[in-house]
Protein backbone atom coordinates (compact mmCIF):
# COMPACT_ATOMS: atom_id res chain seq x y z
CA UNK A 1 0.00 0.00 0.00
CA UNK A 2 1.22 3.32 -1.47
CA UNK A 3 1.36 5.72 1.35
CA UNK A 4 2.30 9.55 1.27
CA UNK A 5 2.32 11.45 4.74
CA UNK A 6 3.22 15.56 4.58
CA UNK A 7 3.80 16.89 8.39
CA UNK A 8 5.11 20.45 9.49
CA UNK A 9 2.54 22.63 8.67
CA UNK A 10 0.81 25.08 10.96
CA UNK A 11 0.72 28.68 11.63
CA UNK A 12 3.37 30.94 11.06
CA UNK A 13 4.13 34.80 11.22
CA UNK A 14 4.99 36.74 7.90
CA UNK A 15 8.59 36.80 7.22
CA UNK A 16 8.76 33.50 9.36
CA UNK A 17 9.99 30.04 8.15
CA UNK A 18 8.29 26.39 7.97
CA UNK A 19 10.04 22.81 6.95
CA UNK A 20 7.21 20.47 5.59
CA UNK A 21 8.68 16.81 5.19
CA UNK A 22 6.69 13.90 3.03
CA UNK A 23 7.13 10.30 4.36
CA UNK A 24 6.53 7.88 1.57
CA UNK A 25 6.13 3.97 1.85
CA UNK A 26 5.22 1.40 -0.73
CA UNK A 27 7.42 2.76 -3.29
CA UNK A 28 10.89 2.64 -4.36
CA UNK A 29 11.28 6.20 -3.45
CA UNK A 30 14.81 6.91 -5.62
CA UNK A 31 12.51 6.18 -8.97
CA UNK A 32 10.44 8.80 -7.99
CA UNK A 33 10.29 12.90 -8.70
CA UNK A 34 8.43 14.01 -5.73
CA UNK A 35 6.78 17.46 -6.20
CA UNK A 36 4.95 20.14 -3.57
CA UNK A 37 2.23 21.79 -4.54
CA UNK A 38 -0.44 23.91 -3.07
CA UNK A 39 -4.00 25.26 -2.99
CA UNK A 40 -5.20 28.17 -1.73
CA UNK A 41 -9.00 28.82 -0.92
CA UNK A 42 -10.96 29.36 -4.20
CA UNK A 43 -7.63 28.96 -6.12
CA UNK A 44 -6.65 26.07 -8.69
CA UNK A 45 -4.14 23.60 -7.17
CA UNK A 46 -0.17 25.21 -8.30
CA UNK A 47 2.89 23.31 -8.73
CA UNK A 48 5.25 24.74 -6.00
CA UNK A 49 8.50 22.94 -6.51
CA UNK A 50 10.00 19.36 -7.95
CA UNK A 51 12.79 17.16 -7.67
CA UNK A 52 13.65 14.85 -10.02
CA UNK A 53 15.10 11.25 -9.05
CA UNK A 54 18.66 12.84 -9.84
CA UNK A 55 18.11 15.92 -7.74
CA UNK A 56 17.50 18.65 -10.60
CA UNK A 57 15.18 21.38 -9.07
CA UNK A 58 12.65 23.60 -10.68
CA UNK A 59 10.32 26.29 -8.56
CA UNK A 60 7.10 28.63 -9.43
CA UNK A 61 8.65 31.99 -9.90
CA UNK A 62 6.18 32.83 -6.81
CA UNK A 63 8.38 30.86 -4.47
CA UNK A 64 11.97 30.87 -6.02
CA UNK A 65 14.54 31.89 -3.83
CA UNK A 66 12.68 31.83 -0.82
CA UNK A 67 11.47 27.65 -0.38
CA UNK A 68 14.43 24.80 -0.99
CA UNK A 69 13.14 21.47 -1.83
CA UNK A 70 14.96 18.40 -1.09
CA UNK A 71 15.08 14.93 -0.48
CA UNK A 72 16.79 11.84 1.48
CA UNK A 73 16.50 8.44 -0.35
CA UNK A 74 17.68 6.61 2.42
CA UNK A 75 14.73 7.93 4.78
CA UNK A 76 12.17 8.02 1.96
CA UNK A 77 11.02 11.20 2.46
CA UNK A 78 11.59 14.70 0.72
CA UNK A 79 11.29 18.16 2.27
CA UNK A 80 10.13 21.93 1.40
CA UNK A 81 11.81 24.53 3.51
CA UNK A 82 10.11 27.71 3.28
CA UNK A 83 11.74 30.86 4.39
CA UNK A 84 10.41 34.21 4.13
CA UNK A 85 6.59 33.19 4.16
CA UNK A 86 4.04 35.49 3.00
CA UNK A 87 0.46 36.12 3.72
CA UNK A 88 0.03 35.10 -0.38
CA UNK A 89 1.69 31.45 0.54
CA UNK A 90 -1.35 30.31 2.98
CA UNK A 91 -2.42 26.96 1.63
CA UNK A 92 -2.91 23.33 1.83
CA UNK A 93 0.13 21.96 0.83
CA UNK A 94 0.13 18.53 -0.66
CA UNK A 95 3.08 16.47 -1.71
CA UNK A 96 2.75 14.15 -4.78
CA UNK A 97 5.13 10.99 -6.36
CA UNK A 98 5.80 11.10 -9.88
CA UNK A 99 7.56 8.11 -12.07
CA UNK A 100 5.76 6.82 -15.79
CA UNK A 101 2.36 6.36 -15.49
CA UNK A 102 2.35 6.38 -11.17
CA UNK A 103 1.40 9.29 -9.53
CA UNK A 104 0.90 9.22 -5.95
CA UNK A 105 -0.67 11.92 -3.73
CA UNK A 106 -0.15 13.02 0.32
CA UNK A 107 -3.43 14.25 2.09
CA UNK A 108 -2.17 17.44 2.65
CA UNK A 109 -1.06 20.14 5.59
CA UNK A 110 -2.39 23.03 6.41
CA UNK A 111 0.27 26.35 5.91
CA UNK A 112 -1.63 29.54 7.17
CA UNK A 113 1.01 32.28 7.33
CA UNK A 114 -1.16 35.58 9.63
CA UNK A 115 -0.05 38.22 12.09
Known amino acids: QVQLVESGGGLVQPGGSLRLSCAAS????????MNWYRQAPGKQRELVAFITSAGTTSYADSVNGRFTISRDNAKNSAYLQMNNLKPEDTAIYYCAANFASKSYWGQGTQVTVSS
Open 26 to 33: GISFGFFA
